[in-house]
């Protein structure tokens, strides 16, 4: 029998043309919020569903006992119920390289925008060209240290990316063998080293229990006055009043943020105030091509379940707080290329 397969948000047409042509019955969801898929859950009672950015809770999995398949369309989950999924016997799967470099690319634009301090000329050059341009701080890239928290599949994609802009590259991640980190990154395993030496702290980790509030008072403490804190992860690995008042009194030079605590933001965030803090809605996953892909892989999920396969990208329920990790280290084997020596 086909399934019913219900769609929170539009998906792309390739997702969609996939499931159609094997002969599923589409379910175009009423709305965006947790009520809407919960109202939709109890009356259409679907057997798998595609979220891209409702918050799927456990009284939406426990709301229908026909559902075997959630599947978020990108590489982010901590909006789904995992372990109610499990519990419920419901498979949880993601499209994790769906957009991972297109993460990597606001990444990287955040810290060039970061780097000439755009936010301030923007609101200075029309009215006083000439300190725009002589008295605003900009900095090169180039030479400057970069240290990635998290070296998955958008911290290893930022890492490569940074290397061609001639930075030197640090990267924390106790998860994973040196070996397994690209060629030219210095693997570091003390966390401290990252915010005490990076002209740019960028996050790249899944919200846990050991990655909430993780960069708090102390750490920011850690950063040089010139660096800047770069969060294309989630927010919640970021104490934000810690980080706004680290922002406004100088303890570090500015953030540039396309994940916060709240989302959709306050308008009332504090952070909103200050202008070397930039802010983007959350798009670092959502270019076109990124949603074609992952549109068309969550699909895919589907389809592999629906045909007894095993699931190329399931979610697994990870103790990160006992997980085994590496001590081994990595040095890069030369100095970037362009790095010159005047």
């Known amino acids: 029998m086909p399934w019913k397969i219900l769609l929170p948000q539009e998906i792309m047409y390739e997702g969609r043309k996939l499931l159609e042509d094997a002969g599923h019955t589409i379910i175009d969801g009423r709305g965006f919020e947790t009520a809407d898929v919960l109202a939709d859950m109890k009356e259409h009672q679907p057997d798998a569903m595609i979220v891209r950015i409702t918050s799927i809770t456990r009284e939406v999995i426990e709301a229908n006992p026909n559902l075997k398949v959630i599947v978020r369309h990108g590489a982010g989950f901590d909006t789904l119920d995992v372990e109610a999924c499990h519990e419920h016997g419901v498979q949880a799967l993601y499209a994790p390289v769906a957009n991972s470099t297109s993460v990597a690319e606001t990444a990287l634009l955040l810290i060039l925008e970061c780097s000439r301090n755009v936010t301030v000329l923007h ?70 080293r990252i915010f005490e030496e990076s002209d740019y702290v960028s996050v790249h980790t899944p919200s846990s229990d050991v990655t909430k509030n993780m960069i708090d ?31 406004k009194s100088g ?92």
């Open 123 to 192: 609101n200075t050059w029309v009215q006083d060209y000439y300190r725009a341009k002589l008295k605003v701080r900009k900095n090169t890239l180039s030479g400057k240290t970069i240290g990635i928290i998290g070296c998955g599949n958008i911290g290893s994609r930022l890492a490569v990316r940074a290397l061609a802009m001639e930075m030197n590259v640090l990267a924390y991640d106790p998860y994973k063998p040196a070996e397994t980190f690209p060629d030219g990154v210095e693997v570091v395993r003390n966390l401290d």
């Open 217 to 247: 008072r102390k750490r920011l403490s850690m950063m040089k006055s010139t660096a800047f804190l770069i969060n294309t992860a989630r927010g919640a690995c970021v104490v934000e009043e810690d980080l706004y008042e680290a922002c």
């Open 251 to 342: 303890v570090i030079a500015g953030a540039g943020l396309d994940a916060i605590c709240k989302e959709p933001v306050d308008p009332a965030n504090p952070l909103l105030t200050l202008d070397n803090v930039i802010i983007y809605p959350h798009i670092g996953g959502n270019t076109i091509e990124a949603a074609h892909r992952a549109s068309y892989f969550a699909a895919m999920g589907i389809k592999e379940v629906y045909e007894g396969k095993e699931p190329a990208w399931p979610i697994h329920n990870v103790d990160y707080a006992n997980a085994p990790v590496y001590t081994d280290t990595k040095k890069p084997s030369t100095k970037p290329i362009g790095m010159f020596d005047f």
